[in-house]
Each structure stands twice: as C-alpha cells, then as structure tokens.
Nanobody, 120 residues
Framework: QVQVVESGGDLVQPGGSLRLSCTAS????????MGWYRQAAGKEREWVAD????????DYADSVKGRFTISKENAENTVYLQMNNLKPENTAVYYC?????????????WGQGTQVTVAS
C-alpha cells in the first residue's frame, strides 16, 4: 500500500523559513517526478513547484520563485520544499505528490497535507 506523508508545517513569522518533507513508501518503482501544491482557506488549490527526481528540471510558480526550492533526497523517496522569506499570503495547506512510471503508465500519489501558517 502506497503512503505519502508530509510533515514540517508550522506557525512561522513573516520572513522566516520552513522545510516541508514528503516521504513516500510502498512505491512499485522509483519516483519519476514530484511536486507541491497548496490550498489556502476559501481558495482553490494552486500549483507551487515541481521537478524531476534527479533535480535536472524544476519549475516554480512566479509567486514563490527565488524563495522556494524543491529537492529530493538521493536514493530516498523523500521530497523537500525549502521555503524562505515566508509571507502571510503563503499560509495554506501544502500538499505533496509523487509520480512513478510503471507498466507503461504514470501513477500519481498524494499526501494528506501539512498546514503552514505565516503570521506575527
């Protein structure tokens, strides 16, 4: 059974930093791509960042570019989102997903989310 678990969400002051982690277990194959979305209260879920597991390609929403970094621990099924210079508008539940390629198709797996609150 595949499990994807996020952690690292917390209350942080504006300008602070957090590192979110996302650990996947039970995968039938190695992670191919990974990404993060977020959903603020009363708003639709929005894309934050994604990338290939080897780090050769990453992409970010304009609102977080230069402040957030997506990465993956080598040889591990753990994905990170380093968030620096956090702003109140970054407050949201952050969701991780990982994808694998298995038996000729793509499989997506999502975590349950972790709350990030940016407030003074």
């Amino acid at each position: 059974q595949v499990q994807v678990v996020e952690s690292g969400g917390d209350l942080v002051q504006p300008g602070g930093s957090l590192r979110l982690s996302c650990t996947a277990s039970g995968l039938a194959s190695s992670i191919n791509t990974m990404g993060w979305y977020r959903q603020a209260a009363g708003k639709e879920r929005e894309w934050v960042a994604d990338g290939t597991s080897d780090g050769s390609t990453t992409d970010y929403a304009d609102s977080v570019k230069g402040r957030f970094t997506i990465s993956k621990e080598n040889a591990e099924n753990t994905v990170y989102l380093q968030m620096n210079n956090l702003k109140p508008e970054n407050t949201a539940v952050y969701y991780c997903y990982v994808t694998i390629l298995w038996h000729g198709r793509r499989w997506d797996y999502w975590g349950q989310g972790t709350q990030v609150t940016v407030a003074s």
